[in-house]
């Protein structure tokens, strides 16, 4: 059974940081491309970043770039989001998600395996 979990989120000020994980298991993590989306209430899911499967390629919304870093350790079968310089509309909730020998894709239809979610709550 594949399972994803995301931890890390929480209430954060204005500018801070945080780091979000997602640990997998149930898979071959090293074959699956990352990615790493959010959602508010109201608003569809949408695409945050992204990091192959293979290379280490990463790719950003541009409302996240320079701000946001994806990164991924295999031998734990865990991927980070790195948020720093955080702003009150990057409150949602995170979710990451699995795409089988994957490149950084946007969409979600693409991913393979979905995790529950964590809030992240940004104050201003």
């Known amino acids: 059974q594949v399972q994803l979990v995301e931890s890390g989120g929480g209430l954060v000020q204005a500018g801070g940081s945080l780091r979000l994980s997602c640990a997998a298991s149930?898979?071959?993590?090293?074959?699956?491309?990352m990615g790493w989306f959010r959602q508010t209430p109201g608003k569809e899911r949408e695409f945050v970043g992204a990091?192959?499967?293979?290379?280490?390629?990463?790719r950003y919304a541009d409302s996240v770039k320079g701000r946001f870093t994806i990164s991924r350790d295999n031998a734990k079968k865990t991927v980070y989001l790195q948020m720093n310089s955080l702003k009150p509309e990057d409150t949602a909730v995170y979710y990451c998600?699995?795409?089988?020998?994957?490149?950084?894709?946007?969409?979600?239809?693409?991913?393979?395996?979905w995790g529950q979610g964590t809030q992240v709550t940004v104050s201003s």
């Open positions: 998600a699995a795409d089988l020998y994957g490149g950084v894709i946007g969409t979600m239809k693409m991913y393979d395996y």
């Open positions: 149930g898979l071959t993590f090293s074959n699956y491309a």
């Open positions: 990091i192959s499967w293979i290379g280490g390629n990463t």
